[in-house]
Nanobody, 120 residues
Framework: QVQLAESGGGLVQTGGSLRLSCAASGSIFSINTMGWYRQAPGKQRELVASITAGRRTNYADSVKGRFTISRDNAKNTVYLQMNSLKPEDTAVYFC??????????????WGQGTLVTVSS
């Protein structure tokens, strides 16, 4: 069984920075894409950023230039460096792994989420 564990969320002031981490555990041979999503109160979950095994990245327009996604394939870990945070970045941030080659092939795995609160 493959699990994702996020860490690094918390409370930060406007303009501050946070770094989120998400580690995948279990019998993992490879992960195609890892990504960060977020869900604010009363809103739908949205993609923040994603990165392929070849390190091709994709960002939501709202975070371009402020957030940076990276991954360590050897550790099956993905990171999200968030700078110049704004109150509208407040949300629960979820990690997702797509195309996980484990004992079986797993289409998608979600983490449980970590709360990021940006105060004004």
């Amino acid at each position: 069984q493959v699990q994702l564990a996020e860490s690094g969320g918390g409370l930060v002031q406007t303009g501050g920075s946070l770094r989120l981490s998400c580690a995948a555990s279990g019998s993992i041979f490879s992960i195609n894409t890892m990504g960060w999503y977020r869900q604010a109160p009363g809103k739908q979950r949205e993609l923040v950023a994603s990165i392929t095994a070849g390190r091709r990245t994709n960002y939501a327009d709202s975070v371009k230039g402020r957030f940076t996604i990276s991954r360590d394939n050897a550790k099956n870990t993905v990171y999200l460096q968030m700078n110049s945070l704004k109150p509208e970045d407040t949300a629960v941030y979820f990690c997702r792994a797509d195309g996980v080659l484990s004992i079986t092939f797993i289409q998608s795995v979600w983490g449980q989420g970590t709360l990021v609160t940006v105060s004004s």
